[in-house]
């Protein structure tokens, strides 16, 4: 089934996975997949690392999330080190796998490759779904992702709106945000959105914050900001008090986008259930 019909009739809840690298971490996922299952989410992802190095375990994780727990399933697929042969390989096992759904992105450069100088084929997220789109018409519903407080590239926040909207007009049928933990970023962004006649579904991107160091460490990587006053808060606490703040302040953020309408709510949950469960138990 395709996520956009879901969207179309429902406020969706879903979870984002990644390949892990080693086999504990393998049995880990496992166990947070069997705890989340239960609570019947819309759809789950699984992410592609820089330049496709995890192709093989992210296919892998797909079927089997897909065939174990027939859940709808929508892979990342990144096209920084790709070129057409690249992408239509993946295509051809997200078809053999009977999947539908593809979260399309120019991805992150790979540590190896130069980011200056270098002219793939798909420079830009907005390329990649032209060529899915043109090669394979309306067979895949295509996500994309969007910034709210602007990709760590953009000139400004409206330039960055402006680049999204090619994603959507190249034929994306729906947003997932990164990760925010102030609203104020999300309506902003909705607000830029109209502005530039975006109007296709959002899904907000959420992240209970359990530990403070390991997310303000994780947030500067991809351009979200923490709110100083949660840093304060969970500041010099024990694990267990920050489990607790953090899932507070996520169960005040869900409702607070709840209450605003938005279109679905997207768990990074970094292949762990606890913070997930506990959010979801206090929300629904």
Known sequence: MKIIDILNNKRTVSFEFFPPKKTEAETVLYETIKELVDYDPDFVSVTYGAGGST?????EWTKHIKKSYNLITMMHLTSVAAGQAEIDAVTAEIDAMGAENILA???????DMPSEGYNPVFRYASDLVTYLRQKHGD?????????????PESKSLDDDV?????????GGDFIITQLFFDNTHYLRFMDRLEKHGVDVPVVAGIMPII????VVKFTQMCGATVPQHLVDKMDGKTEKHQFMIGVE????????LICNGVDGLHFYTLNKHGA?????D???
């Open 105 to 111: 992105l120019r991805g992150d450069f790979p540590a």
């Open 139 to 151: 067979k895949y519903c295509i996500g994309v992702a969007g910034y709210p407080e602007g990709h």
């Open 211 to 214: 530990n403070i160091a390991q």
């Open 249 to 256: 302040y996520a169960v005040t953020q869900c409702r607070e």
């Open 162 to 170: 402006i680049n999204l909207k090619k994603k959507i007009d190249a």
């Open 276 to 280: 997930t469960e506990a959010v979801l």
């Open 282 to 284: 206090r929300i629904r």
């Open 55 to 59: 192709r093989e375990k992210t296919v």
